[in-house]
């Protein structure tokens, strides 16, 4: 039998973002290996956080990486996503439960386009404390890395984050993965950082119970199981829940969190639903499991949208009504009609307000942000104003 889940400390979910190649990877590893060291976590080496091989094997396509590690004082659940252009869709999926965020930024490099876009995303999505790791420090030459450090700064500060009172950690996830007691003491800094600087957020845990799907997977002899953060509310075993998008009412019959059991779940524990009866074909990412009755789901709506300029990685054209991208609405990939209404363009920078019609119903609401995609590429961010 496994050894339950025990909520001893607060949880929060963070992640690492930042350009490729920056050192997320190596520094999400050298940071359960640090705590690993500690005792109050289990170390995940670099290729298992960056090719997830459990998951790779039964057929899943997976685009994030989650591990859970303890601090002194909370329990995390740390998401790391690849550098590749599909990272942005799985920072909106994945950020839209982010407490927090960990920026590598490279000491030897600085801000590379990633990084910016990032932050950008970060803030529309709704992550309001980041923590910046000048990563390599170990290679980087100390004049240098002041200017990073600076540059960070102004950037963080452009996006509205306060680069000011941002806390900056220079560290080698490298070198603290090889033990080197210098750098094992700068992730050790990272850590406290992060504990002190990301506070704990409201749970609506009193709310009725949602979860939108990330992956679908089989256990044999069991049945279909879902994962997912708990968006809200809380899930108990032998809860009767709905699957909107599979249309079909369903009972709890299990519940994990990183592979232990658990009785109940709540907003923001990462999760792993077992469902009686459910078709592994009847349910996919992007479908929310909700208390039954609680949601209607719904298709039209008006939205504040950016436009992200060619800078960012965005259009280097204008959109105009009739324009007909894919919106990422929680782990959602829907496609939807723009009408810009009497504005009749938005250009790359502007911020617009603009009506979507989704090519099919899914759970919306004031306030749930999302990202504009085209040819695997962000083009936009917006938060919904108003059902229709
Ligand atoms: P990611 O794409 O941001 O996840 O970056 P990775 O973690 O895959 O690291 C990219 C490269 O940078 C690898 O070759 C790492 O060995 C190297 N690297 C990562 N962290 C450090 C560091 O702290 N110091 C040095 N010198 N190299 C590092
Ligand atoms: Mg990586």
């Not at 025990?6 to 979910?13: E, Q, S, Y």
């Not at 590379?112 to 420090?137: C, F, S, W, Y």
């Not at 950082?193 to 799907?213: C, E, G, I, K, N």
């Not at 199981?225 to 699957?243: F, I, L, S």
């Amino acid at each position: 039998p496994k050894t339950a889940y025990v909520r001893t400390k607060p949880h929060l979910n963070i992640g690492t973002m930042g350009h490729v190649d920056h050192g997320k990877t190596t520094l999400t590893a050298a940071i359960t290996k640090v705590l690993s060291d500690r005792g109050t976590g289990t170390y995940v080496p670099f290729d298992r956080i960056d090719r997830a091989p459990e998951e790779a094997a039964r057929g899943i396509t997976i685009n994030i990486s989650h591990v859970e590690y303890e601090t002194d004082t909370r329990h995390y659940a740390h998401v790391d996503m690849p550098g590749h252009a599909d990272y942005i869709k799985n920072m909106v999926t994945g950020a839209a439960q982010l407490d927090g965020a960990i920026l590598v930024v490279s000491a030897l490099d600085g801000i590379m386009p990633q990084t910016a876009e990032h932050v950008l995303l970060a803030r529309q999505v709704g992550v309001d404390h980041i923590v910046v790791a000048i990563n390599k420090a170990d290679a980087g030459d100390d004049e240098l890395t002041d200017l990073v450090e600076l540059e960070v700064r102004e950037l963080l500060t452009a996006n509205g984050y306060g680069g000011d009172a941002a806390p900056v950690v220079r560290v080698s996830g490298l070198r603290a993965l090889e033990g080197d007691p210098r750098w094992t003491a700068s992730v050790e800094a990272l850590l406290d950082a992060v504990d002190t600087y990301v506070p704990m957020p409201v749970r609506y845990t009193d709310a009725p119970f949602l979860l939108s799907v990330e992956n679908v997977l089989t256990i044999t002899g069991r049945g279909t199981v879902v994962t997912g953060a708990v968006e809200r509310g809380t899930v108990r075993v032998g809860d009767r829940v709905m699957v909107l998008g599979a249309d079909q009412e369903t009972v709890v019959t299990g519940l994990e969190t990183f592979g232990k059991p658990m009785e109940s779940a709540e907003a923001g524990d990462n999760v792993a639903l077992l469902l009686r009866g459910m078709p592994r074909d009847a349910v996919r990412r992007g479908h929310v499991v909700a208390a039954p009755g609680s949601v209607v789901p719904s298709r039209r709506f008006t939205a504040r949208v950016y436009v992200l300029s060619a800078r960012e990685g965005g259009r280097t054209t204008p959109l105009t009504s009739g324009y007909r991208p894919q919106f990422y609405i929680r782990t959602a990939d829907v496609v939807g009609d723009v009408d810009l209404g009497e504005v009749a363009v938005a250009r790359p920078g502007d911020t617009v307000d603009l009506t979507v019609e989704l090519g099919r119903d899914i759970p919306l609401e004031a306030g749930l942000g999302f990202a504009i995609r085209e040819g695997g590429r962000t083009v936009g961010a917006g938060t919904v104003t108003e059902l229709l």
